[in-house]
């Protein structure tokens, strides 16, 4: 562990040269270093331009300059931007004066955001979120990201962090307090409700996990099929490019070769795999079994026919979409097809990219961007539905270990913003009821 109280800094913007570069400096020594850099600091938040000089009073170059005291700030700590022009010799000169400081030193990857985490500025949903928004690259995988980075996806962990408080604060007073008459009598029925109707939004929100996945991490396209069927130039037609060696020579390819596709604003990842045959030579069966590896982690696959022979179909899995290519040459072959292409003229790619499309949004239609896109997420979900469904689901237990199961639940379902419940139970049983009044 790096020691917290030092103050980091770093290129917070792309790869110089640039246009301009920000430098972000966090931590407590900000305004003795500003002091030394610029004089007066400019007024909270507001961008000033100065000068920005060496301790020896050289100007290493003018810009804007923000400072943001704490805790206003990303990290909750007092922060500096400093806009400099793009040059790799300027931001070097700056990150040697800023070196130069005590308790100065460059940040660690991500030590911006875990600050902003321990300083409670963000949770680690949004931590996520923020780290899917920088390296988003197609529009749903944005509009994913914002929603995650900017709290909704954590306002519904907290509400159901909430509830399950209450119906543990409820059946603790219960537990604590059996005659009080002011207790309503009613009480554990409309718990194990509201615990009921939890474990039902829990488990539909688990159910976007695919939907979240495919659209953080890419939907993919596996296309397989015999030697030669022409499945590295269906390929290089969709990617328009030459990824993937073409030769008539069948055996050609033997990894598995990817690119990444944007189409409609999601991110599909297209593979092309060594042709399926029973191949004695070591090298082709590696790639053959490399190949079944990727068809069975498809969610996608395109079996492609050559159809200008006398194929006999192959057996290719239920799902897949049965693509005859070289649909320019003398047709042979009497199988039917899903649809049929030409890499060789173009014919079919444009309804063949539609299906892919179409197939995609079967799996993917999200009433709403506050939807789980992680395992680690799924699996401390699960936890707390296991949790909530034994407190339900076994009335004979004690209500004691019933308690017991909402606390699991809640610490579980914590665990996924990082931000275990605090709230004062005994706060909520006396706020509902007039216990002790
Ligand atoms: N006429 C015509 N020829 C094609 C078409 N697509 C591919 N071919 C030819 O078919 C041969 C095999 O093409 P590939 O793309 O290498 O086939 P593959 O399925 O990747 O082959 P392997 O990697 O060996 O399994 C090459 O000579 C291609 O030029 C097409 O649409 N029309
Ligand atoms: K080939
Ligand atoms: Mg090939």
Known sequence: MLPNMDTIFALSSGAVPAGLAVVRISGAEVPAVLASLIGAPPPARQAALRSIRTRNGLVIDTGLVLYFPAPYSFTGESVAEIHLHGGRAVVDALHRELAEFENLRPAAPGEFSRRAFEN??????????????????????????????????????????????????????????????????????????????????????????????????????????????????????????????????????????????????????????????????????????????AISEADLLIFLEDMSVDAATNIYPEGALLVGAKSDLPRKSMNEYDLVISAAD?????????????????????QSMAIPSRARHKDSLAKSLVAMETALLSPTRGLDLRAEDLRAAGDALGRVTGRVDVENLLDLIFGEFCIGK
Do not use: C
């Open 346 to 366: 173009g014919t079919g790619l444009g309804r063949l990219r539609a299906v892919i499309v179409e197939r995609l949004r079967a799996k993917v239609h999200p």
């Open 120 to 293: 409670g500025k963000l949770d680690l949903v949004e931590v996520e979120g923020l780290a899917d928004l920088i390296a988003a690259e197609t529009e749903m995988q944005r509009r994913l990201a914002v929603e995650q980075s900017s709290g909704g996806l954590s306002s519904v962990y907290n509400g159901w962090a909430h509830r399950l408080t209450r119906a543990r604060a409820l059946i603790e007073a219960e537990l604590d307090f059996p005659d009080e008459e002011d207790v309503p009598g009613s009480v554990s029925d409309q718990v194990w409700a509201d615990v009921e109707n939890l474990i039902t939004e829990m488990r539909e929100h688990l159910l976007q996990l695919e939907a979240g996945e495919i659209i953080r991490d890419g939907f993919k396209v596996v296309i397989a099929g015999s030697p030669n069927a022409g499945k590295s130039s269906l390929m290089n037609a969709l990617a328009k490019r030459d990824v993937a060696i073409v030769t008539d020579i069948a055996g050609t390819t033997r990894d598995v070769l990817h690119v990444d596709l944007n189409m409609d604003g999601y991110l599909v990842k297209l593979y092309d795999t060594a042709g399926l045959r029973d191949a004695a030579e070591t090298v082709e069966r590696e790639g053959i079994r490399r190949a079944e590896k």
